[in-house]
């Protein structure tokens, strides 16, 4: 399939066209690589009446250096967040709002915390934090999450102690480079 770049948002069980999309190895890039600064704000207007159905939003590779709360309680249905590749540092507090979240991947953006409220998540079961700049973790808190599976920590400068603390508290996998491990160039 020929590449052509735009938007393409999917809303189970609804699929709506905003301009032109993008295919890729697993169908679709959504909102994905469009350079965008800030969520457009006319999307929400356009998808006014079916944002409770949006389950999966792609905002990966952009250049988003925050989402607003308005983001968080407008698209309160999600299962999986994909922000992988921005340059964000923290999350709305009312990210804690996202009640059916499954999965978010924060990869290879500007984090120093780890983002707390994800610990009040129930449902999270994957949390990704891979190439940030996250020290510390909280761990007592993390292990008290039902759901959670997996937190990738990959290239992130952990604490000795999170290194050492972690394992015996934790009944997920905790994915840790070795220390002083650096991502390699992209």
């Known amino acids: 399939m020929k590449e052509s770049k735009g938007v393409l948002l999917i809303v189970e069980p609804l699929m709506i066209p905003v301009g032109v999309f993008s295919a890729g190895s697993e169908g679709y890039s959504y909102l994905a690589e469009c350079k965008l600064v800030s969520f457009p704000i006319g999307i929400y207007k356009v998808l006014r009446n079916v944002s409770d159905q949006i389950h999966l939003i792609t905002l990966a590779n952009n250049e988003l250096k925050s989402l607003t709360s308005k983001f968080m309680t407008t698209f309160s249905q999600l299962r999986e967040l994909r922000l992988e590749g921005n340059f964000l540092h923290r999350l709305p507090n009312e990210v804690s709002g996202l009640q059916h979240l499954k999965a978010i991947d924060l990869s290879r953006n500007q984090f120093r915390d780890f983002p707390e409220q994800l610990t009040t998540l129930l449902m999270l079961e ?24 997996t937190v990738n920590l990959r290239f992130n400068p952990l604490s000795a102690e999170v290194r050492v603390i972690a394992p015996p508290l934790i009944k997920f996998d905790l994915l840790m480079s070795p220390e002083g491990a650096r991502a390699p160039p992209p």
């Open 126 to 149: 994957t949390i990704n934090l891979e190439e940030n700049e996250i020290v510390d973790v909280p761990m007592e808190k993390l292990a008290t999450m039902p759901a959670l599976h």
